[in-house]
């Protein structure tokens, strides 16, 4: 199996994972991290939901214009077919109508094709098959935490392998919770059309580059799907335990709410004009937080906000394509990681510097801000575990200072608005970090800021000095240190995370969302060309749906990692906009 093979539909409830065999492989119900119905992603026995020809073979898929509507296209010897994928996504009564549904529509295109149906669900990671009821027009199922039918105009008898000639159109609804007892055709019809609709105007509210559209466009409705609505938690990838890379053990469980992670897809929001994903997050955060009155926030969580995260290996599970191990839960949610203060921090400050959110202030939510900047100030300069969440021993990381120092900084911005008489100790707090970071970081035989105080190795993420604005854009050693990151840890355009051993071994494989940060960098510090070059080259890597992992293997042209990855999607709109010219400047 490919990941370049996959596509992604959702509705910020539920989400499935595609392959172009017309199978949904992927899918945990009722939400992102719930144990998996169908998994034979991660192992041939793990169950799937195929619409395919009779005989096999791999159809060509499409997203339909602006949407998260998913299309495969099939030619058979006997005619052609469509499978149209969608969870449904629209306004009704004034409120978000997204079931936890996934509607298979499947539409003859010419002749009489053969089609086979296999509805083969499975009991979550315990990979037992459940109790399948057969009634006239469904297909109810037993053993799992709540009730799930699956509904169709297509014979109970060729729902599991059986061939039959599609004649017609037909239609399956997979519902978890209340079944559908609606006629079906008018309803599937009726959904597809309202939630193409839904997201078509979704997109037409977002800004775009003047270049680059098209991906900043796909990867905004990949984005989308990452959000939890229900709870506003924002998750890092839809799936855990793809490799990143082949026979690295490197498989990790994605499929929570990394605080880190949700701060830069909010930003990525901002910039394409969507807002609405900030204010539900800060109620999620404002839950977080409560639960640890001491404010020693865990880089990660569930989407309902809870901690209970211990990471196990499930042997039982042979891996993608039998790479494992398989992984549930995640041990990183045990680190200390110090830089999750400085972007809680900026994921709040527009709230209060930007007054479109002028009605979302409440003195609560300042306080909150307040404590989580003087949380910041606390642990600069302290070990931890580091963005990259290091299994070896902790060392003080730049990085990490780094947003502790734009903790501060932003602090006394929004002190000096609504806080006067603070803004002057955020302020020393800010200029003493900045101080610390370079008398401790800075390696002038390098040119470079060090991955960790007193250090010699480099990081990636401290391309993020750039947009954070830790120094000014046109100081020599701020070009000085993008230059020796992008010479020592770049490979042909691509970009490693870091070249040391990082307790597990040294890194195989590029980290894409570092490429585009490379990109960023390059352009806000007067480089446009050299990033649009770089940029085109990197989005050669798109799958062909647009979508992207987290990881690149350059040599082999093959994505790894965790897929579709928030992190890589951010990365792409960053550098888009970043590198694009201006409207105005375009003949």
């Known amino acids: 199996m490919r990941l370049e093979d996959l596509g992604l539909i959702g509705n910020c409830q539920v989400s499935a994972l595609v392959e172009r065999s017309g199978s949904i492989v992927w899918c945990c119900l009722p939400r992102f991290d719930s144990e998996p119905l169908f998994g034979r992603l991660l192992d041939p026995e793990g169950g799937e939901f195929a619409v395919a020809p009779a005989d096999g073979g791999e159809g060509v898929q499409s997203y339909r214009d602006n949407s998260n509507v998913l299309q495969t296209d099939f030619v058979t010897p006997t005619g052609r077919f469509r499978v149209i994928d969608f969870a449904p996504r629209f306004m009704l009564n004034d409120r978000m109508f997204r079931p936890t549904q996934i509607i298979r529509i499947i539409e003859p295109l010419e002749g009489a094709p053969m089609v086979r149906v296999r509805f083969d669900p499975l009991c979550g990671w315990s990979k037992q098959r459940p109790r399948l009821l057969h009634g006239s027009n469904h297909v109810h199922v037993e053993g799992l935490a709540a009730p799930l039918r699956l509904t169709s105009d297509i014979s109970p008898t060729h729902l599991d392998g059986h061939p039959f000639a599609l004649t017609g159109r037909r239609h399956l609804v997979l519902a978890w919770g209340i079944p559908v007892e609606q006629s079906l055709a008018p309803l599937c019809t009726q959904f597809l059309e309202q939630t193409e609709r839904y997201w078509q105007r979704w997109v037409k509210h977002c800004n775009v580059p003047a270049r680059y559209q098209r991906e900043v466009i796909r990867s905004a409705l990949a984005l989308k799907l990452h959000c939890f609505e229900d709870t506003g938690a924002i998750v890092a990838a839809m799936t855990t335990s793809i490799p990143e890379a082949r026979g690295s053990g490197r498989t990790w469980d994605y499929r929570y709410c990394w605080l880190r992670d949700s701060y830069y897809v909010l930003e990525a929001l901002r910039l394409l004009g969507h807002f609405e994903e900030r204010e539900s997050f800060v109620q999620y955060l404002i839950g977080v937080c409560a639960s640890a009155p001491d404010l020693d926030l865990r880089p990660l969580y569930r989407v309902d906000g809870s901690a209970d995260l211990e990471e196990r290996i499930l042997p039982e599970w042979a891996g993608f394509n039998g790479d494992g191990p398989v992984r549930i839960g995640n041990g990183a949610a045990l680190h200390q990681q110090h830089d999750v203060y400085g972007e809680m921090v900026l994921a709040l400050a527009p709230v209060y510097m930007d007054e479109r959110f002028s009605t979302e202030r409440t003195g609560s939510t300042l306080k909150l801000l307040e404590r989580l900047a003087r949380k910041a100030i606390e642990v600069a300069g302290t070990p931890d575990a580091g963005i990259w969440e290091f299994r070896k021993a902790w060392e003080p990381q730049t990085f990490s200072s780094v947003m502790c120092w734009a903790a501060a900084d932003r602090m006394e911005q ?21 101080t610390q970071i370079l008398n401790k970081s800075w390696i002038p035989e390098r040119g470079a800021f060090a991955s960790a105080y007193g250090g010699t190795d480099l990081d990636a993420a401290l391309l993020q000095m750039v947009p954070l604005r830790f120094l000014n854009f046109r100081d020599p050693m701020l070009a000085s240190s993008v230059d020796a990151i992008a010479s020592e840890l770049g490979n042909d355009g691509w970009m490693y995370r870091y070249r040391s051993n990082d307790g597990l071994g040294v890194p195989e494989v590029a980290f894409v969302i570092c490429s585009f940060w ?13 990033a649009r070059r770089a940029l085109d080259g990197v989005l050669t890597m798109l799958s062909p749906l647009g979508l992207i992992a987290e990881d690149y293997d350059a040599t082999n042209r093959t994505m790894w990692g965790n897929f579709p990855q928030a992190y890589s999607h951010v990365g792409l709109i960053h550098a888009a906009f970043a590198a694009s010219p201006r409207w105005d400047d375009l003949p």
């Open 518 to 530: 490379l990109i960023e960098a390059l352009a806000i510090t007067g480089r446009e060309e050299t």
């Open 414 to 434: 929004v002190a000096a608005r609504h806080l006067p008489s603070r803004a002057a100790e955020f302020r020393a707090a800010a200029d003493r970090i900045h």
